[in-house]
C-alpha cells in the first residue's frame, strides 16, 4: 500500500487528493492496458513526495514535473 507511510490524517487526505489530480491530467495520455500499473506508480510517487510538498498543488506540480522529465530521459 503506498500511503501506508503516511500517519498524519491532513498528508493522508492531501496525497489521495494529488493522486486523483494527476491521475486525471495524465490518465488520458496513458494507454488503457496500463492503467493499473501507472496509477499504482503515480501512488508511490505521491507517497514519497508527499512529506516535502507545501501543500496539495505543490504535490500535484512536483510529480507532474517528475513524470514529465521521466519521459524525457
Do not use: C
Not at 12 to 27: G, H
Not at 45 to 62: I, S
Request: proline fraction near 5%.
Amino acid at each position: 500500500m503506498p500511503f501506508s507511510s503516511l500517519t498524519d490524517p491532513a498528508d493522508l487526505a492531501r496525497a489521495y487528493a494529488a493522486l486523483e489530480a494527476v491521475w486525471n491530467e495524465v490518465k488520458l495520455t496513458i494507454p488503457e492496458q496500463e492503467h493499473d500499473e501507472q496509477r499504482r506508480r503515480i501512488a508511490y510517487l505521491v507517497a514519497g513526495f508527499a512529506p516535502m510538498a507545501l501543500d496539495e498543488d505543490d504535490l500535484k506540480q512536483n510529480i507532474l514535473l517528475h513524470i514529465r522529465q521521466d519521459a524525457l530521459a
